[in-house]
Structure formats: C-alpha cells, structure tokens
Nanobody
Framework: QVQLVESGGGLVQAGGSLRLSCAAS????????MGWYRQAPGAQRELVAT???????NYADSVKGRFTISRDNAKNTVYLQMNSLKPEDTAVYYC???????????????WGQGTQVTVSS
C-alpha cells in the first residue's frame, strides 16, 4: 500500500508565500512523475505543476514565474514553493504521483488528501 501525506497549506495574505510538501511512503519501487493539482470551489481540478523523475518541469500558465516544483527522490517527496500568492490561488491543493510498486512491478496513480490554501486580499 502507498500513502501520500501533504502538509504546508494555510492562510496567507496576497503577495505572501507558502511551501507545500507531499511525502510518499509504502511499497514503493520507484516514482515516475509527481505533481500538484488544485480545485477551487465550484471549479474543476486543474494542473498546477508536474515534475518527472529526471527533473523536467511543467507549469500552468497562471503560476509560471511564481511557483516552483521540486522533488527529493531520496525522501520520495515533492514540494511546491508558492510565491507572490494571489486570491485566485485559493483552492485545495492535491499532490499526485505515478508509482511503480516494489513487489509487483505494476504501476498505480495516487492522490494526496488535499491541503487548503487560502489567500486573502
């Protein structure tokens, strides 16, 4: 079994910063891509940023230049550094990973429980 535990959300004023973390644990052989998605009230879940196991990154246009995704492969952890936050960044943020399981060699996709980010104006 695999678990993803997120942390780092909270309330911040516009222009402020937050850092999200998501640690994966369990029967992990290897982790392929890791990413962050967000869902605002009444909206669909949308991609924020992804990072491959080689370190290649991809960002939504709305966060380019403000957010930075990174990962620590030794800790099976992905981070999202969010700077210059805006009220429209308010959402529940979810981490997502594609994992190859240790004993079976098969692959599965996993989601974190979500962490609330609220940016006040």
């Amino acid at each position: 079994q695999v678990q993803l535990v997120e942390s780092g959300g909270g309330l911040v004023q516009a222009g402020g910063s937050l850092r999200l973390s998501c640690a994966a644990s369990g029967s992990i052989g290897s982790i392929n891509h890791m990413g962050w998605y967000r869902q605002a009230p009444g909206a669909q879940r949308e991609l924020v940023a992804t990072i491959t196991n080689g370190g290649s990154t991809n960002y939504a246009d709305s966060v380019k230049g403000r957010f930075t995704i990174s990962r620590d492969n030794a800790k099976n952890t992905v981070y999202l550094q969010m700077n210059s936050l805006k009220p429209e960044d308010t959402a529940v943020y979810y981490c997502n990973t594609n994992i190859q399981y240790r004993f079976t060699g098969t692959y599965g996709e996993h989601w974190g429980q979500g962490t609330q980010v609220t940016v006040s104006s």
